[in-house]
């Protein structure tokens, strides 16, 4: 079952990062290690050779793995404070990740977490240095050796202004790491570092087509910690990092650190702070650096708003250039455990990890109506309305997982997104036809192949179903969802149930009674037995091949020995190995309807079923699944086309209420749990 955790308004602090060196040991017990030994520390998990740069190119340069200390003479951890001038941008195409750095340096509780200030270049120095990221609802403590890739003495990647500096280099080394490889990091947005560093979730606003009142949401946000970014859309890679006449630069990540109102010539005007992570080229238009539009201001607020403003990469616009210029902001909103007390507003919050897998869960999106409705659902109880109005506001956040690791696979970003239905009454899983006549509430504005899709909506109070899916059926990818809801809200997994209605088989007739085909069977049945009157397990596959054979509705090569080897287990009540003729008698009335059952979802008459469809299969037979089993059951019975042929099915079905009616006959008391020693689990487990 996908975890399930909720949050609410604690301190980040009190969640400990998880230790991820491969040897188990921690950042401490590393470095203390090395301060014993008298060496420095070298990262066996992420080494000093090209691999750890690139996995699609050759090294373009001849790149030599320095540490600080041969680089600068007096270096150190961080000068004065960490701050967003320290971040300049080498030749790896990760802005995205600078300005979210930027970003993060005006947060210092966050910087505080994700840059532990227990380490330097001072005495304890061994070589090592730590950073704490969020990774899908965990904090991880990512260890480093300080040796950075440098030519000609100089570091090639992100680096401070100040030489001797070397926090953000080794921030970005450690952030490396973590996605497998300097290359990993390039191209991306900046929501995805924000996250990353605080846990939060994301919202990004279209400038040109953005709420009235759009300042008040930054300037609210930017009070309550959150963290922003922006950037200018481009038409062609042509224009990637193109510079305007204005000195903006388009397909370029920026930051944003500040919002002021300020009065100029009698007028009130909306001011926005905006940091390019190169460090240099700004804005030279109204309210830049050394514009006539200062000499207006009040001296006072002019000092404080500039503060001896250089060419540092950060300016002043008015925020109507702002949105003309700019087309796209990102605004990182805290999570519970990371607000602290003097926040205003708390989230609560409900978190789901799941799986989509072809052949049972990856049923696509609504275009896909025959597959939509196997995708996990999530039912969602929102039960208290904001304080101010009727409705409840919700945020609903859908990440995909471990895709920049898995880029040297070859797998990029899948394009997801979700939508919301009302939920139905007591449905466990909302089936086809539900979909097929009920219209979404809610959905995402577009399906996107992005690592997170997330969308605020307002809802009334009620029950909703949450769906979220990859574009197109098959796609399989780890997913997170994140529901944040100002109210209380419940939320929990569909689908979720594990469960077996198995009535006891109704008792064989009478000889004298038979029907005409019980008679041919037993005819059958007695020409294939020896003097012991039972069959064994050969001929069990003789005698239903022999009799199915004769069913032209049924295509198929025939039954295997081991679906008959699962027949007799279930049916095998003596434990002779074989089955008599009444043991086989009750086993061909589940037969007859099992494959009716088959032929129901073989409508084609193709001998196969879809697997897809297993889930109803399964239900009508009495067997209830969740989606975790249904991956199993899938990625062990369906072809590459994500079909189930009859032989399969009948193992699939068997086998299942073999081990239901095992396990329902040594829980007694009906508590869906049962103790078992190493022999019953080796006995039921052979036997299956």
């Not at 041969?70 to 951890?77: A, H, I, Q």
């Not at 904090?139 to 992100?158: F, G, K, T, Y």
């Not at 996605?179 to 990004?204: I, N, P, Q, R, W």
């Not at 369906?638 to 006959?665: H, K, P």
Request: charged share 30%; aromatic share 10%.
């Amino acid at each position: 079952m996908p975890l399930q955790s909720t949050l609410s308004g604690r301190g980040s602090g009190s969640i400990k990062a998880e230790d991820t060196q491969s040897d188990g040991k921690s950042f401490e017990e590393l470095r203390h290690e090395c301060l014993q030994k008298g060496v420095l520390f070298e990262d066996p998990d992420f080494p000093a050779v090209d691999s750890s740069l690139f996995f699609s190119q050759s090294v373009p340069v001849q790149i030599e793995w320095k540490r600080p200390k041969e680089l600068s003479e007096n270096p150190k951890f961080i000068v004065g404070n960490a701050d967003r001038t320290d971040i300049c941008q080498g030749q790896l195409g990760d802005c995205w990740l600078l300005a979210a750095i930027a970003s993060l340096t005006l947060k210092k509780d966050a910087l505080a977490r994700v840059v532990p200030h227990d380490q330097d270049f001072d005495h304890r120095y061994a070589g090592i240095f730590h950073f704490q990221f969020w990774q899908h609802n965990r904090w991880l403590d990512i260890v480093v050796d300080d040796r950075l890739p440098s030519v000609r003495n100089q570091l090639i990647m992100l680096h401070s202004a100040s030489n001797n500096e070397f926090w953000s280099a080794l921030l970005e080394k450690a952030y490396a790491k973590l996605h497998g490889s300097y290359e990993s990091l390039k191209g991306g947005s900046t929501m995805e570092a924000m996250e990353d560093f605080t846990g939060g979730v994301g919202e990004v606003y279209e400038t040109k087509n953005s709420p009235n009142n759009l300042f008040k949401i930054m300037k609210k946000a930017l009070d309550r910690g959150s963290m922003m970014g922006c950037s200018i859309d481009i038409t062609s890679s042509a224009e990637s990092e193109a510079k305007t006449t204005t000195g903006l630069v388009k397909g370029h990540a920026y930051s944003i650190t500040g919002l002021e109102e300020v009065n100029y010539r009698g007028n009130t005007i909306q001011l926005i702070r905006v940091r390019n992570p190169w460090g240099q080229v700004e804005w030279n238009g109204p309210w830049s650096d050394k514009s006539r539009e200062w000499s207006y201001v009040d001296k006072a607020d002019k000092n404080r708003i500039l503060q001896n403003s250089t060419e540092d990469g950060e300016f002043w616009m008015e925020f109507e250039d702002f949105k003309r210029n700019y087309d796209k902001v990102e605004i990182c909103n805290m999570t519970p455990d990371d607000l602290t007390d003097s926040t205003k507003r708390h989230w609560e919050v409900s978190m789901f990890e799941g799986n989509w897998i072809r052949g049972s869960t990856a049923g696509g999106c609504r275009n896909y109506i025959d597959t939509f409705w196997t995708n996990p659902q999530f039912m969602l109880q929102l039960e208290d309305a904001d304080d101010d109005d009727d409705v409840c506001s919700v945020v609903i956040a859908l990440m995909q997982k471990n895709r920049r690791k898995l880029r040297k696979e070859g797998l990029d970003l899948e394009t997801i997104g979700f939508t919301v239905y009302e939920a139905p009454d007591n449905e466990d899983q909302a089936g086809k036809d539900f979909f097929r006549y009920h219209a979404s509430k809610a959905r995402s504005k577009t399906y996107i192949n992005m690592r997170e899709v997330s969308e605020r909506f307002t809802l009334p109070p009620g029950k909703y179903m949450l769906v979220p899916t990859t574009f197109q059926p098959h796609h399989e990818a780890d997913f997170l969802i994140r529901i944040f809801s100002e109210g209380k809200a419940g939320a929990l997994e569909m689908g979720s149930k594990v469960d077996a209605d198995l009535p006891d088989p109704p008792m064989p007739s009478p000889p004298e009674e038979e029907s005409d085909e019980e008679k041919g069977l037993r005819r059958l049945f007695e020409q294939l037995a020896g003097a012991d009157e039972a069959i064994s397990v050969r001929e069990l596959q003789q005698m239903l091949n022999g009799v199915l054979s004769r069913r032209k509705e049924i295509k198929f090569e025939g039954l295997s020995l081991s679906t008959c080897h699962s027949i007799i287990n279930l049916m095998d009540m003596d434990n002779t190995g074989k089955l008599e003729f009444q043991e086989f008698k009750v086993f061909w009335e589940k037969m007859k309807k099992w494959i009716m059952l088959f032929l129901s979802f073989d409508t084609d008459r193709s001998g196969k079923m879809s697997s897809y469809e297993l889930r109803i299969a399964l239900k009508a037979a009495g067997m209830q699944l969740d989606n975790k089993l249904l991956q199993l059951v899938g990625l062990r019975f369906a072809d590459g086309n994500y079909d189930i042929d009859f032989d399969d099915y009948l193992t699939c079905i068997v086998r299942l209420e073999s081990m239901f009616r095992a396990f329902q006959a040594m829980d007694k008391f009906k508590r869906g749990r049962v103790n078992m020693t190493m022999m019953q689990f080796l006995m039921l487990s052979m036997n299956v």
